[in-house]
Protein backbone atom coordinates (compact mmCIF):
# COMPACT_ATOMS: atom_id res chain seq x y z
CA UNK A 1 0.00 0.00 0.00
CA UNK A 2 1.64 3.23 -1.00
CA UNK A 3 1.89 6.12 1.43
CA UNK A 4 0.21 9.91 0.33
CA UNK A 5 3.44 12.07 1.02
CA UNK A 6 1.73 15.35 2.96
CA UNK A 7 2.10 17.75 -0.60
CA UNK A 8 0.44 15.05 -2.49
CA UNK A 9 -2.56 16.13 0.00
CA UNK A 10 -4.68 18.80 -1.15
CA UNK A 11 -6.09 21.42 0.75
CA UNK A 12 -9.68 20.04 0.79
CA UNK A 13 -8.02 16.58 1.73
CA UNK A 14 -6.76 18.22 4.79
CA UNK A 15 -10.26 20.01 6.21
CA UNK A 16 -11.74 16.27 5.07
CA UNK A 17 -9.07 14.90 7.74
CA UNK A 18 -9.30 17.44 10.16
CA UNK A 19 -13.57 17.09 10.38
CA UNK A 20 -13.02 13.03 10.53
CA UNK A 21 -10.78 13.19 13.15
CA UNK A 22 -12.83 15.59 15.74
CA UNK A 23 -16.24 13.19 14.71
CA UNK A 24 -15.46 9.96 12.85
CA UNK A 25 -19.77 9.74 12.64
CA UNK A 26 -20.25 12.56 10.47
CA UNK A 27 -22.34 11.88 7.59
CA UNK A 28 -21.02 12.20 4.03
CA UNK A 29 -23.09 14.93 3.13
CA UNK A 30 -22.01 16.92 6.35
CA UNK A 31 -18.64 16.64 5.36
CA UNK A 32 -18.97 17.65 1.61
CA UNK A 33 -20.94 20.56 2.74
CA UNK A 34 -17.92 21.78 5.10
CA UNK A 35 -15.53 21.38 2.69
CA UNK A 36 -17.68 22.65 -0.59
CA UNK A 37 -17.72 19.65 -2.31
CA UNK A 38 -20.94 17.73 -3.98
CA UNK A 39 -21.18 13.91 -1.92
CA UNK A 40 -19.89 11.98 -4.83
CA UNK A 41 -16.39 13.71 -5.34
CA UNK A 42 -16.19 13.86 -1.25
CA UNK A 43 -16.41 10.48 -0.93
CA UNK A 44 -13.88 9.65 -3.83
CA UNK A 45 -11.45 11.83 -1.75
CA UNK A 46 -12.13 9.72 1.57
CA UNK A 47 -12.16 6.15 -0.37
CA UNK A 48 -8.60 7.37 -1.16
CA UNK A 49 -7.30 8.29 2.15
CA UNK A 50 -8.72 5.11 2.97
CA UNK A 51 -6.93 3.08 0.12
CA UNK A 52 -3.47 4.69 0.51
CA UNK A 53 -3.56 4.13 4.58
CA UNK A 54 -3.49 7.90 5.23
CA UNK A 55 -7.08 6.97 6.93
CA UNK A 56 -6.22 3.62 8.91
CA UNK A 57 -9.20 2.84 10.74
CA UNK A 58 -12.37 4.28 12.37
CA UNK A 59 -12.89 3.89 16.07
CA UNK A 60 -15.17 4.77 18.81
CA UNK A 61 -13.30 6.62 21.57
CA UNK A 62 -14.05 5.49 24.85
CA UNK A 63 -13.53 7.25 28.34
CA UNK A 64 -11.30 4.95 30.78
CA UNK A 65 -12.64 5.48 34.00
CA UNK A 66 -16.44 5.53 32.46
CA UNK A 67 -15.71 1.80 31.79
CA UNK A 68 -13.66 1.22 35.47
CA UNK A 69 -10.10 1.90 34.35
CA UNK A 70 -9.31 4.76 35.64
CA UNK A 71 -6.00 4.10 36.44
CA UNK A 72 -3.06 5.27 33.95
CA UNK A 73 0.35 3.75 34.71
CA UNK A 74 3.31 4.66 32.72
CA UNK A 75 6.23 2.26 32.40
CA UNK A 76 9.81 2.34 31.39
CA UNK A 77 11.30 -1.17 30.42
CA UNK A 78 14.97 -1.38 30.86
CA UNK A 79 15.80 -4.72 28.77
CA UNK A 80 19.20 -6.80 29.86
CA UNK A 81 19.97 -7.09 26.01
CA UNK A 82 19.22 -5.24 23.17
CA UNK A 83 19.49 -7.59 20.48
CA UNK A 84 16.37 -8.25 17.80
CA UNK A 85 15.72 -11.19 19.31
CA UNK A 86 14.99 -10.08 22.52
CA UNK A 87 13.43 -6.58 21.00
CA UNK A 88 11.27 -9.30 19.00
CA UNK A 89 9.87 -11.07 21.65
CA UNK A 90 9.03 -8.46 23.75
CA UNK A 91 6.87 -6.48 21.54
CA UNK A 92 5.33 -9.59 20.42
CA UNK A 93 3.92 -10.32 24.12
CA UNK A 94 3.01 -6.74 24.98
CA UNK A 95 1.37 -6.82 21.57
CA UNK A 96 -1.29 -9.55 23.28
CA UNK A 97 -1.85 -7.47 26.30
CA UNK A 98 -4.96 -5.80 26.18
CA UNK A 99 -3.83 -3.66 29.46
CA UNK A 100 -1.33 -1.99 27.32
CA UNK A 101 -2.64 0.89 25.31
CA UNK A 102 0.65 1.89 23.85
CA UNK A 103 4.16 1.28 23.12
CA UNK A 104 7.48 2.73 22.35
CA UNK A 105 10.72 1.41 21.40
CA UNK A 106 12.53 4.35 22.68
CA UNK A 107 16.02 6.58 22.43
CA UNK A 108 17.81 7.01 25.91
CA UNK A 109 18.45 4.96 28.71
CA UNK A 110 14.96 3.42 28.69
CA UNK A 111 14.29 0.85 25.86
CA UNK A 112 10.26 1.05 26.05
CA UNK A 113 7.43 3.32 27.30
CA UNK A 114 4.12 1.94 27.66
CA UNK A 115 0.78 3.07 28.79
CA UNK A 116 -0.63 0.53 30.87
CA UNK A 117 -4.62 0.97 32.21
CA UNK A 118 -6.00 -0.65 34.89
CA UNK A 119 -8.86 -0.61 37.88
CA UNK A 120 -6.70 0.44 40.27
CA UNK A 121 -3.09 -0.66 42.29
CA UNK A 122 -3.64 -4.18 42.93
CA UNK A 123 -4.74 -5.17 39.52
CA UNK A 124 -1.52 -3.38 38.32
CA UNK A 125 0.46 -5.69 40.66
CA UNK A 126 -0.97 -8.14 39.04
CA UNK A 127 -0.06 -7.04 35.82
CA UNK A 128 3.27 -6.52 37.12
CA UNK A 129 3.93 -9.59 38.56
CA UNK A 130 1.97 -12.48 36.23
CA UNK A 131 3.08 -10.43 33.00
CA UNK A 132 6.17 -8.01 32.87
CA UNK A 133 8.33 -9.50 35.19
CA UNK A 134 7.90 -13.00 33.66
CA UNK A 135 9.57 -11.83 30.40
CA UNK A 136 13.08 -12.77 30.42
CA UNK A 137 14.84 -9.97 28.83
CA UNK A 138 13.72 -7.45 31.42
CA UNK A 139 16.31 -6.29 33.58
CA UNK A 140 14.47 -3.64 35.16
CA UNK A 141 11.04 -1.62 35.61
CA UNK A 142 9.93 1.69 36.51
CA UNK A 143 6.42 2.85 36.98
CA UNK A 144 4.51 5.98 37.22
CA UNK A 145 1.16 6.66 38.02
CA UNK A 146 -0.52 9.36 36.41
CA UNK A 147 -2.51 11.83 39.02
CA UNK A 148 -4.32 13.29 35.80
CA UNK A 149 -5.08 13.81 33.02
CA UNK A 150 -3.99 17.14 31.57
CA UNK A 151 -4.46 16.63 27.80
CA UNK A 152 -5.82 13.53 25.97
CA UNK A 153 -5.88 13.68 21.82
CA UNK A 154 -6.05 11.50 19.78
CA UNK A 155 -6.59 14.53 16.41
CA UNK A 156 -2.66 14.71 14.68
CA UNK A 157 -2.14 18.47 14.30
CA UNK A 158 -2.57 18.05 10.64
CA UNK A 159 -2.49 21.89 9.30
Known amino acids: MAKI ?3 AVDPIDRKILVLLQ ?3 RLSLSE ?3 QVGLSASPCLRRIRRLETVGVISRYVA ?3 QTSIGLPVSVFVSIKLDRQREDALEK ?3 AI ?3 P ?3 ECYLMTGPRDYLLRVVVADVAAYEVFLKQKLTRLDAVASIESS ?3 EQVKYTNVLPFP
Open 95 to 97: GRW
Open 61 to 63: VLD
Open 145 to 147: FAL
Open 22 to 24: KDG
Open 90 to 92: FSK
Open 31 to 33: ISQ
Open 5 to 7: TKS
Open 99 to 101: EVL
